[in-house]
DNA sequence: ATCAAGATTACCT
DNA sequence: GGTAATCTTGATA
């Protein structure tokens, strides 16, 4: 077997928090013809509809986030603030509403093509480049996800994570999410330590 | 029909 | 550190 296995269902129907924190490391990944773009999964935050007032399903299912709805293993992409995507994981079983949000990822495969989507240029400095994908929104506009993308199967040939080593326990950072005006207190936001990808401190 | 808010980013002082 | 940009969604009438 290929060394750089896709994650299947299995690994998305458990608990949230559990998922977060093991996508750490992995690489999120994209198909576009012929060109693959990659990035390892740095940042992440957990958002749970049964309990946490700050996710966009407590209240319940809507047209926006009824991908939320599907059972682990779904692309949740929602639009925001007039001209930002982000992109969640969709993890448990069918109705939980449980999701994980990609906050930041360290460019690995097809940065050329990523510095196309996000900067519609080819020369970029060294600061752009520390810009790519260390953002939720940044990420998705270079990796070019957009509203057509949401729902899409991870289990499929598009987008999907690779695995690779967990990164070790002591490694993780937990802190409060970013972001946000209600359930501010939960420590729900995990990253890896010291990576110059992360979205901030 | 109207309206406020938003899981952000880029650019300004 | 502050805030404009920009528009969809969901709630209320």
Request: glycine share 8%; proline share 2%; net charge positive.
């Amino acid at each position: 077997m290929d060394k750089k296995q896709k994650l299947s269902k299995d690994f998305y129907t458990r608990d949230v928090h559990t998922v977060a924190k093991e996508l750490l490391g992995k690489l999120f990944t994209r198909k576009i013809g012929k060109t693959v773009i990659s990035g390892m999964i740095v940042e992440v935050e957990a958002y749970d509809g049964s309990i946490d007032e700050a996710s966009h399903s407590f209240g319940g299912k809507t047209n926006r986030n009824k991908v939320m709805f599907n059972e682990g293993g779904s692309l949740y992409v929602y639009f925001t603030y007039g001209m930002h995507f982000c992109a969640n994981v969709v993890t448990g079983r069918e109705d939980e509403s449980k999701a994980v949000l990609i906050r930041a990822l360290q460019p690995v495969d097809g940065i050329d093509l990523m510095t196309k989507y996000r900067y519609n240029k080819k020369e970029i400095t060294r600061n752009e480049f520390v810009n790519l994908t260390n953002g939720p929104a940044k990420l998705c506009k270079a990796f070019k996800i957009e509203r057509e993308q949401n729902g899409t199967d991870l289990t499929g040939g598009e987008i999907f994570i690779l695995k690779s080593a967990n990164i070790n326990k002591a490694k993780i950072a937990v802190t409060t999410r970013i972001g946000i005006k209600k359930s501010v207190d939960l420590p729900w936001r995990y990253y890896i330590k010291d990576n110059p990808f992360v979205s901030k401190k």
